[in-house]
């Protein structure tokens, strides 16, 4: 090889002169730095705009997207907060009930248009926004206003003010489409793209079903109209585009939902039809939608992200087009549009200007490289034609050059060199002999290790292989290979992949580097056998510290490869799993800790409840043990707490009272919910309370335990003995007063007719007249006693009847509405309950025409399977609940105490100016036992 490249070189100087030889390099170096500073500043100029152009197609779209999703969740999370809050009760569009926090969230979102709310009753209830002066609008629909749309104006506190506006026709919003559309699909839903009917703006509705908590049943339907087209619009001519950019949001049928361009998307007057994108007065939006779909063949394909160019009007167009969709029934695509020009220009420019530069600085560079080199070219011949006699072995070659400087220490250098390489050579020979005998005897060591030697020379080509290496290959060593053909030439893959092992990793060439260390990511192809391989690398010094040698070992791995396949995999199923039940048990523990937490405080404010509470409140587990108690046990049974806990209520109570109440404990037991009325001794006196036990049930329908109610009715006990002694004393006198007295006018009536019998028949006849007329005197007054007990009114009927008959007979000395109405089907209570019921509702109802200046008075009786509830309600001037006691005027005492003489609970709602409602509720129940 030494020779070969002798006799090229001698060649090259026989046949090439030095000057040119210098100059030729300097001027290629040149022209090729030049080129390629060029062409990679022209090729990065080109991946640079491409990037650019990319990033900004791509943010745009994503700033598009955000938007948009943001706009398309305001309406659904009005929906979902007003569903719960109808759900609750607080929203009720048939009493027109809930208008406050309607007209709140329609002050929060501008772009909201309506929001409201129908029943399963037809009526509707909600907020709009009026397109002319932004003012609010209540609207309502229902019994009471003859299910015609009425519309009242909203002072600045969302009060109602007036009514401004009266339908003529009935209005149902059942039978709207967007009552129908989210009943049918039970769940959240848009509507499509339409023109508001007041403002003409197009609107798009989302509307979502509410359903009962308790059955699941259908409650009503929540919708909220918004101006998304228009808001859309509005947000995509904000945003810079380039110069010329566009962007639009168009429906898979090819219909504009939005668009930068400021163009209407429907069109005015009585059709109102939505605008086509391949319709639009914007000819880049036309001309981008056809493409689309030439080149998707329809709109529907679309499924993902795109980024595309096409030419249009001569100059080419970057496009963006993204899908929208969301869980909702929207299917939108959001397209940009970017023209290349609108950011080439200055570029352009700046290549032409590179370009000039380059062809500047090459010229100069090859006139600097002709003119040293001539300078150069001169003494270097003259060592020239001597290094070429050395190199043919003539070693008594001297250079004389009278040059100082750099050449002339060339020459000197060059003949010490000369007299150097004479003793050199010599001394190699011998050297070579000795070299000679120690390889052989290192190749019988290497060809009998187990491993694989390959040994490379400093200029990187393979020197020498042992068996073990050639097997392992597959071939022998090939010294025409170079570094860059090794992973070819001998098949050496990454491990795992089709891909050639980079030949700056492998440890023969980081040993040739220096470097000295291990591999096991590699794999030696040999036809359809894969062997994995271990590869060390070592590098081999002289004395000056220069790499002579580089020295790869390796090994076949394929077991140890196995068995670490086998141990990752084990290794990540077993993470794998480890993770995801961390993950759950994280999850679990957060949960766990949240409810936690919440019922540490609903048992904080439930145990604050309870120990207010005039009455005694406690828990008992299936040992009949106490396991929670209120502070009013302490109070009455005058112990702590601790002394009453864990123990057995035989304990707390004694033997006596417990045999008595301990039927009922076994009923509760049994799984019966138990009522019941006993007197039980305490420290100081006795006391009657009345008691409720509740069973509570596991999850296997089995009693652990009850809860227990207890109340102190010893003064109601009372005042009931003393009622009974006192109405017993009336009716006696009144039976002395008018039964007796006629009984003893007949008594002595007939002693008379006795005594004149046989002598006088006409004065007998005038005695039995008198007793006749005495008999019915009595007779009439045992009558008023009777109706002295119970009214004539119940008399003649039941409760729902005699409330009817009020409020007709009140309807002739009042002009203000009165309407009584019955829901459900009536049974009859109790004497004591239905008379005190019928005097309160005469109470309420007299209470109202006299003090309210009502409009309209409603009367209501509902029946149900636990309830029955009177409600009585005005819409006149109303008072304030807390400013007026109980003793005051509106006969609110007598009304409070009749409510507490039955049982039942009594709610009194007002405020100034907004009417007032009574409502009386006695438990079935209660009556029942």
């Not at 943001?70 to 979902?80: G, K, Q, S």
């Not at 248009?113 to 009526?123: A, E, F, L, T, V």
């Not at 050059?401 to 000369?418: T, Y």
Request: hydrophobic content about 40%.
């Amino acid at each position: 090889m030494s020779s070969l490249l002798k006799q090229v070189v001698a060649q090259v100087s026989r046949t090439v002169p030095l000057q040119t030889v210098l100059i030729v390099p300097f001027v290629l170096q040149t022209l090729v730095t030049v080129g390629l500073v060029g062409y990679f500043s022209f090729q990065n100029r080109q991946e640079a705009i491409s990037d650019l152009a990319s990033q900004l197609r791509r943010e745009l779209t994503n700033r598009i997207e955000g938007k948009l999703q943001t706009y398309t969740e305001i309406p659904h999370n009005i929906n979902r907060l007003n569903a719960s809050t109808f759900a609750q009760g607080k929203i009720d569009p048939s009493a027109v009930k809930g208008e406050f926090p309607l007209w709140q969230q329609i002050q929060i979102y501008p772009m909201v248009s309506d929001i409201y709310c129908g029943d399963r009753k037809g009526s509707l209830l909600g907020v709009r926004r009026s397109p002319a002066d932004r003012s609010i609008e209540l609207r309502s629909s229902n019994v009471a206003t003859d299910r015609k749309l009425y519309g009242s104006s909203l002072d600045r506190n969302g009060q109602r003010d007036q009514l401004i506006s009266q339908g003529n026709k009935a209005f149902d919003a059942r039978v709207r489409p967007w009552y129908k559309a989210a009943v049918t699909a039970g769940e959240p839903i848009w509507s499509g793209i339409y023109a508001d009917f007041a403002s003409q703006l197009p609107t798009i509705t989302a509307s979502t079903p509410v359903y009962s908590t308790a059955d699941r049943s259908l409650l009503g339907v929540c919708a909220t109209d918004v101006f998304l087209p228009n808001e859309m619009s509005r947000f995509l001519a904000s945003l810079q585009i380039g110069k010329t950019g566009i962007a639009f949001i168009l429906e898979r049928s090819g219909q504009l939902v939005a668009t930068s361009t400021g163009e209407a998307i429907i069109s005015g007057g009585a059709a109102a039809n939505r605008l086509s994108a391949v319709e639009s007065r914007n000819p880049t939006v036309r001309a981008t939608t056809a493409y689309l779909r030439e080149h998707f063949s329809d709109l529907w394909q679309i499924q993902t992200a795109e980024q595309l160019d096409f030419k249009f009007d001569g100059r080419r167009q970057l496009i963006q087009v993204m899908p929208f969709k969301d869980t909702r029934g929207l299917d939108w695509l959001i397209v940009t549009v970017l023209p290349e020009s609108d950011f080439m220009a200055k570029i352009n420019q700046s290549i032409r200007t590179t370009i000039l530069l380059c062809i500047a600085v090459l010229l100069l560079g090859i006139a600097i490289c002709i003119l040293i080199a001539r300078w150069i070219a001169k003494p270097i011949v003259s060592v020239s034609q001597s290094a070429k006699a050395l190199a043919d072995g003539a070693w008594n070659q001297t250079v004389e050059i009278e040059r100082s400087g750099d050449l002339g220490e060339l020459a000197r250098s060059f003949n010490q060199m000369a007299q150097q390489l004479q003793i050199a050579f010599a001394k190699m020979e011998s050297l070579n002999q000795t070299l000679a005998q120690s390889e052989t005897r290192l190749q019988k060591i290497l060809e009998s290790v187990p491993v694989g030697i390959v040994v490379m020379d400093a200029t990187g080509r393979p020197y020498y292989a042992n068996q073990k290496a050639i097997q392992l290959l597959g071939k022998s060593v090939l010294p025409s290979v170079t570094p860059e053909q090794i992973a070819e030439v001998y098949q050496l893959y990454v491990a795992g992949t089709d891909r050639p092992y980079p030949t700056e990793q492998l440890m023969i060439k980081r040993a040739l580097n220096g470097e000295q260390g291990s591999v096991d990511d590699i794999e030696i192809h040999q036809g359809n056998r894969i062997i994995p391989i271990e590869s060390w690398g070592t590098p081999i010094f002289d004395e000056s510290s220069n790499i002579l040698y580089a020295i790869a070992a390796f090994q076949d791995i394929t077991e140890r490869k196995q068995a670490e396949k086998l141990l990752a995999e084990y290794n990540r199923t077993l993470e794998q799993q480890v993770a995801e039940r961390t993950t759950a048990l994280q999850a679990n523990e957060a949960e766990l800790r949240g409810v936690y937490e919440e019922l540490r405080l609903q048992e904080q404010e439930l145990r604050l409840i309870a120990d207010a509470l005039p009455v005694l409140i406690s828990y008992v587990d299936a040992n009949r043990c106490f396991q929670f108690i209120n502070r009013t046990y302490e109070v009455w049974f005058n112990r702590s707490r601790d002394q009453i806990l864990g123990n057995p209520v035989r304990q707390l109570l004694g033997e006596a009272v417990y045999e008595r109440i301990e039927p009922y404990i076994n009923q509760v037991f049994a799984g019966q919910t138990v009522l019941l009325e006993a007197e039980i001794p305490f420290r100081d006196d006795k006391r009657c309370i009345s008691a409720t036990f509740i069973p509570d049930f596991d999850d296997n329908a089995q009693v652990r335990g009850f809860y227990s109610l207890m109340t102190d009715i010893s003064d109601r006990k009372r005042a009931e003995h003393t009622s009974i002694l006192e109405e017993r004393n009336r009716m006696a006198r009144e039976i002395h007063d008018t039964l007796a007295q006629s009984f003893t006018g007949i008594l002595l009536q007939v002693g008379a007719a006795t005594q004149v019998l046989a002598d006088d028949p006409e004065a007998t006849q005038v005695h039995l007249e008198m007793i006749e007329e005495l008999a019915r005197a009595g007779l009439a007054g045992a009558r008023r006693s009777v109706s002295a007990l119970r009214p004539r009114l119940l008399e003649e009927g039941n409760l729902e009847s005699a409330l009817h008959r009020i409020v007709a007979q009140m309807r002739a000395t009042t002009d203000t509405v009165l309407i009584c109405e019955t829901q459900g089907i009536a049974y009859s209570l109790s004497t004591e309950v239905e008379n005190n019921l019928l005097r309160i509702g005469q109470e309420a109802l007299t209470n109202a025409i006299k003090y309210a200046s009502a409009g309209e008075i409603r009367v209501e009786l509902m029946y149900n399977e636990t309830q029955c509830i009177l409600r009585v309600k005005d819409d006149g001037r109303g008072f304030g609940v807390g400013s007026t006691p109980l003793s005051g005027g509106f006969g609110l005492l007598g009304m409070s105490e009749r409510a507490e003489r039955i049982g039942a609970q009594l709610t009194i709602q007002s405020q100034p100016g907004q009417g007032t409602e009574i409502i009386v509720t006695i438990n079935r129940v209660r009556e029942l036992q």
